[in-house]
């Protein structure tokens, strides 16, 4: 069973910048494509970033693009979500999960992901 953990998040000042990253165990993880999701109290999860299962494509929100950048180390079974220019809109609990769905479809739906992990708290103050 393939369980994720993810950390890195924090306190940062607007236009600041965090590393999270998204530790799994098993030995299956570089099967898998990967995403990034964020959550606001009494909103829905939202999509913010995905990785294929070799790193060669990514995805993005376009509230994130150019800012925020997605990457994994398959032999660290951890993938990474590099934020800069942070903005006080990007507060939210960051979730890293699994792509269980084989799909061409784009990856943003939460849906087709398991192994959540328990989350990261990034703040971001104006």
């Known amino acids: 069973q393939v369980q994720l953990v993810e950390s890195g998040g924090g306190l940062v000042q607007a236009g600041g910048s965090l590393r999270l990253s998204c530790a799994a165990s098993?030995?299956?993880?570089?099967?898998?494509?990967m995403g990034w999701f964020r959550q606001v109290p009494g909103q829905e999860r939202e999509f913010v970033s995905a990785?294929?299962?070799?790193?060669?494509?990514?995805y993005y929100v376009d509230s994130v693009k150019g800012r925020f950048t997605i990457s994994r180390d398959n032999a660290k079974s951890t993938v990474y979500l590099q934020m800069n220019s942070l903005k006080p809109e990007d507060t939210a609990v960051y979730y890293c999960?699994?792509?269980?769905?084989?799909?061409?479809?784009?990856?943003?739906?939460?849906?087709?992901?398991?192994?959540w992990g328990q989350g990261t708290q990034v703040t971001v103050s104006s």
């Open positions: 999960a699994r792509r269980v769905v084989y799909s061409r479809d784009y990856p943003s739906d939460l849906h087709e992901y398991a192994s």
């Open positions: 098993g030995r299956t993880f570089s099967s898998y494509a």
């Open positions: 990785v294929s299962w070799n790193g060669a494509s990514t």
